[in-house]
């Protein structure tokens, strides 16, 4: 999409896209708040949907979901070592993505 293709984008699309990060690095202190903080991004996507702030709940979404899905890895195989690799990666992946999308989304500039 073009500069001149990107609708443009409201204050509260912004603040949620800030708020969704923001959740997603409380869950490292209460674990919670990350599956609010998907879910916001589900129901706001469709609304920031043309502007910078749909690749910002985009980059959520997809955040969560691989994040899961190494700590399911790490789960299953923490018996043989490799599991703890997997919660490495999951947590340096988790927090690189929602620091950056958090810097973006406050500079007003997408995550991609």
Not at 46 to 55: K, N, W
Not at 59 to 64: D, G, L, R, V, Y
């Amino acid at each position: 999409m073009t500069d001149a293709q990107i609708a443009p984008a409201t204050d509260s699309t912004r603040t949620i896209a800030i708020l969704v990060y923001a959740l997603y690095l409380a869950a490292f202190v209460n674990g919670i708040t990350a599956l609010i903080g998907v879910i916001l991004a589900y129901v706001k996507r469709g609304e920031a949907r043309g502007t910078i702030y749909e690749s910002h709940f985009t980059n959520a979404i997809e955040t969560f979901w691989i994040t899961l899905g190494l700590c399911i890895l790490g789960a299953l195989t923490i018996w043989i070592g490799i599991g703890i690799l997997a919660f490495v990666g999951a947590f340096a992946f988790y927090l690189y993505r929602a620091i950056k999308g958090l810097v973006r989304a406050i500079d007003a500039r997408a995550y991609t």
